[in-house]
């Protein structure tokens, strides 16, 4: 349980930043599906990656010289159980979303849980190493898209809305979104890292990348769909259909294919720190138990988020723990 200290800072955040991605590809479903034209999405982030670059670089200078007192590994670690099942719930929602032949639900959870508990039963390592294969196959898969959707671009689908600025506060919201694995980073690289300079550097790697894709694929969606791309709930997938090169008219399972491996790498990001973060707080509990145990709370918080309508309110929740949780750093006590 302690490779992680072993581990150089560029694997860990190709980690964190492949998993960062999976939102910008699919859409999760609870948020509006009203969304701001591109214009006004391009301003939000403007204002969005500033606030979040300050607040995470604060974060991480505590995390680097202050000590994590335990509530926090453990709160942490019930934070990382919501949003696994909110994970869960969003993929096997996208997955019927998108095939005809639907995938019963037992035979989905004992996809997903067992992939995560196996990559869990690894060190952090291996993760590492799949991440640079997946951050790969992204790469090749978002080339691939650009290009066969190159010949429906058109230019005169911008939408140039008479108020801007009321369009990027609609995108605020969803700019700012603070994912759990931003404040995982920390977690993953040695107390050795360069504080001041490493997590500067590699919050602005995440960030950077990240609101740089979501701003492509937002342009690129209403380049291709314009005002329709605004209503769409899964817009880069809808474009995904549209795309073709040749004869290969159907691209879709192939971006498909690849935004569910996004999936997968970040529901064993979760579990693996689920497992790291118990275990540091409460050091007497097995590994088998922390891992049957987070195993056993997520199906229990999955069924709940399935189960009752009103449990969408579980986005505000994890948003309202994650920023709690950031905000607790500056009180943390300084290491001796």
């Known amino acids: 349980m302690q490779s992680h200290n072993t581990e150089q800072p560029l694997p860990a955040l190709l980690l964190v930043l492949v998993t960062a991605l999976a939102g910008s590809f699919i859409r999760p479903f609870g948020q509006p599906v009203q969304q701001p034209a591109a214009q006004g999405y391009l301003l939000a982030g403007l204002v969005a990656a500033p ?22 590994s453990l709160v942490l670690a ?38 995560a508990g196996c990559a869990a039963a690894y060190s952090v390592r291996a993760l590492n190493r799949v991440s640079v294969m997946v951050l790969v196959l992204l790469a090749l898969s978002l080339l691939l898209l650009l290009v066969s959707v190159a010949p429906q671009v058109r230019f005169e689908n911008l939408l140039y809305p ?29 107390k050795e890292t360069p504080p001041r300079t490493a997590f500067r550097r590699g919050y602005a790697l995440v960030l950077g990348v990240g609101f740089g894709i979501e701003s492509l694929l937002a342009a690129l969606a209403e380049l291709v769909l314009g005002a329709a791309g605004m209503q769409q ?47 540091k707080a409460l050091p007497k509990v097995r590994r088998r138990t922390a891992g049957l145990a987070g195993i056993l709370l997520i199906l229990c918080v999955f069924g709940i988020l399935r189960g009752f309508p009103g449990a969408v309110g579980a986005y505000l929740v994890q948003q309202g723990l994650l920023w709690l949780l950031l905000a607790s750093a500056a009180f943390w006590r300084k290491q001796r």
């Open 51 to 72: 606030i979040l670059y300050l607040v995470l670089c604060l974060y991480g200078r505590a995390s680097a010289v202050r000590r994590q007192p335990g509530w926090f």
């Open 78 to 115: 019930g934070v990382l159980v919501l949003s696994a099942a909110m994970e869960l719930l969003q993929c096997q929602r996208f997955y019927n979303y998108v095939l005809a032949d639907q995938l019963s639900l037992f035979w989905f959870l004992i996809l997903a849980l067992g992939v």
């Open 162 to 190: 008479a108020a801007p600025l009321a369009q990027a506060g609609l995108g605020v919201l969803a700019r700012t979104v603070l994912l759990p694995e931003y404040l995982l980073l920390a977690l993953l690289w040695e």
């Open 233 to 279: 709930s899964q817009p880069i997938y809808t474009i995904a259909r549209l795309g073709g090169i040749s004869v290969f008219r159907r691209l879709d399972a192939v971006h498909v294919a690849v935004w569910l491996l996004l999936f997968y790498l970040k529901l064993s990001l979760y579990f693996w720190a689920f497992l790291w973060l118990v275990r």
